[in-house]
Every structure is written in structure tokens, then in C-alpha cells.
């Protein structure tokens, strides 16, 4: 560019880099940057997990010992000398976190106790809850958090911060936080080098979260309490979007009666039938009668069924078949 310049006026110069300017511009915008990936030293991972019909979900970066020492206490005097030399750090809490600071190497703690840590690497560690939890029995609504941990030597804070989407714990603001738990750290006699997220135990309505880097393991508890009202108020929610679509209650009667909830189910298939009889409710019903020993009322409805579905066009063929077979006993 420079070459071709000096061979042209000058006051055509200023025009040509105006010119190249607004093509390159153009240019930017037309096509988006390319993005390039490389290997992160810290790889990203993702824990997910149900708990009856609540998702769970830690998104998180996995950082690797490497004969880095990572647990222990920092003096007073060494944590000021820190701060003055990393004007990055927090400077004005005495939790704030010391990770990256200037003055910290090999032999320093990566995680030093009493200070705010991103409970991974990277961005802070996610963690989103589709409904309302208690997590060691405090409660914590639904929605998106950044975890961060403050660790000590015989208890550990673990911190649910409103702040979901931060990069480490750079800019936390304790006033932000919506929950903090405390959790008693356990050691291991086995070393794990990379860091990751677990659920090693669980119930019908609870699991067992664990942080596991080198020989330490901090646990936490997600429980889901009065899971059968929270049940039915997503199903009472989905009917009330939706109360002339009667596949809806059909669809609640088809999960209750995977479940072996044959009462329950029929109630859902009789209130699908109520918004609208179809081919495919009655048939529903009909085979819940049969599972509920009722052959010959499984046989009635199974024909009120064949009439609407020829009625509505529908292909009943292979359920003629096997009402043909109930009939002759064969089933």
C-alpha cells in the first residue's frame, strides 16, 4: 500500500486510504472473524443432572495441579504485599481473592483459606437450577449463579452469587450473593489432578455435589422439596396455557401410566376425553382399562374408539387387530 502511494498525488493519496478504509469496514461487515480455538490448559466441562423433573446443571473450567501447591494460609504482611504489586486484585475486602496475584508462585497457595476463590478456573463456575431448591437446607430459588468457595481448614463457604456470568472472582460483590452454604471439606487418601464436579450419591429427591481437586473433596447438597406439588404445578401450568388442546391431559395420563400410576392415569385420559374424544384417548383409556383388569370395559371403550378414529379418518388397523385378539382371549 505504501509502495503504490508514493506513485500517485497527493491529493488522491488521502482518498485511496479513505477507499481501502471503507472497503475493509465493508469487508468486517459482511463477514464475521473467524474464530479459533486452540487447547485451553484448563478444558471446559459440564455436570448435568436430574433430580425428579428439576435440571441441574455446573458449567465450569478444569484446571490441573501440576506439583503446584494449592491449599495452606497466606500472613497478613505477604497478602498486602500481594495486593500492592496486583492492582487487579480486590483491594478493599479482606476476602477478596489473591488468585494471580503478583508476588504468588510455585510454593504459594493457589487457593489460599479465608479468600474468595472462582471454584475452578477461567470464568467463575456456573450453576443454574430450573426450579427452587434447598441446598444444605437453605433455600435458593430458580435461576442462574457463579459459584465461588472460600476455604478454611476445617470448614469451607460455598457461595451462590447473583452475578452468574464473571470472569473469576475479580469483580465478586458479596452483596450480590444469594446464598452461602458452609460445607465440611473431607480429604482423600487418593490425589486427583484435575479438578472436577461429581454427584457420586443421590435420591429420589436430592443429590450429592462434590468438588474434587487433588486430595480434597467439598460437598454440598441439592435437595427438591415437596416434589410432588412441584409435579403437579408444571402440569397444572401446562394445562392452563393450553385447556382445549387434549393432548396435554393425554400426555400427563401417558407419563402417570409409564409410571405405574394407573389411578392417576385415568384420571388425565377422562379429562382429555372431556376436551375432545379422539382415536388416540380412547385407545389410551382402553389400554388402561386392560392394565386395570377390566377386559370387558377395555373392549367397549377400545370400540368407541375404532368408530371415532374411522370416523376422523384415522388408521385404526393395527388396533382393530389386537381388539380383535382381546376379544378371542388372546391377550
Do not use: C
Amino acid at each position: 500500500m505504501k509502495t503504490f502511494l508514493r506513485f500517485l498525488p497527493r491529493a488522491a493519496a488521502p482518498a485511496l486510504v479513505l477507499l481501502a478504509a471503507a472497503t475493509f469496514a465493508h469487508a468486517r461487515q459482511q463477514a464475521p472473524a473467524p474464530k479459533v480455538r486452540l487447547p485451553q490448559a484448563s478444558p471446559q466441562a459440564t455436570l448435568a443432572e436430574t433430580v425428579g423433573v428439576t435440571d441441574i446443571t455446573i458449567t465450569y473450567h478444569r484446571p490441573s495441579v501440576r506439583g503446584r501447591t494449592l491449599w495452606g494460609d497466606v500472613s497478613p504482611e505477604k497478602t498486602a504485599e500481594i495486593l500492592k504489586a496486583s492492582s487487579f486484585l480486590p483491594q478493599n475486602s479482606p476476602e477478596g481473592t489473591l488468585d494471580g496475584g503478583q508476588g504468588t508462585g510455585k510454593d504459594f497457595p493457589m487457593v489460599p483459606n479465608g479468600h474468595v476463590w472462582r471454584a475452578g478456573a477461567n470464568e467463575a463456575t456456573k450453576f443454574t437450577v430450573s426450579d427452587d431448591v434447598l441446598v444444605n437446607g437453605q433455600p435458593l430459588k430458580a435461576g442462574s449463579y457463579s459459584i465461588h468457595m472460600i476455604p478454611g481448614k476445617d470448614e469451607w463457604t460455598v457461595v451462590f452469587n447473583k452475578n452468574a456470568d464473571q470472569w473469576g472472582s475479580y469483580g465478586y460483590d458479596a452483596k450480590q450473593d444469594a446464598l452461602r452454604v458452609k460445607a465440611k471439606p473431607e480429604w482423600r487418601a487418593d490425589a486427583q489432578e484435575v479438578l472436577s464436579y461429581e454427584i457420586p450419591a443421590r435420591t429420589a429427591n436430592s443429590a450429592r455435589v462434590v468438588l474434587r481437586w487433588e486430595k480434597i473433596a467439598v460437598p454440598f447438597t441439592v435437595e427438591v422439596p415437596n416434589q410432588d406439588a412441584l409435579v403437579r404445578s408444571k402440569i397444572d401450568a401446562m394445562v392452563a396455557a393450553s385447556p382445549e388442546d387434549w393432548r396435554v391431559p393425554a400426555a400427563v395420563s401417558e407419563a402417570y401410566y409409564n409410571d405405574d400410576k394407573l389411578d392417576e392415569a385415568m384420571v388425565w385420559a377422562d379429562r382429555s376425553i372431556k376436551v375432545k374424544e379422539t382415536f388416540q384417548n380412547l385407545r389410551l383409556k382402553a389400554a388402561l382399562l386392560l392394565s386395570m383388569k377390566k377386559r370387558d370395559e377395555a373392549i367397549a371403550v377400545g370400540e368407541r374408539a375404532v368408530a371415532r378414529g374411522k370416523a376422523d379418518g384415522e388408521d385404526t388397523t393395527r388396533f382393530e387387530k389386537r381388539l380383535a385378539d382381546l376379544k378371542a382371549g388372546k391377550m
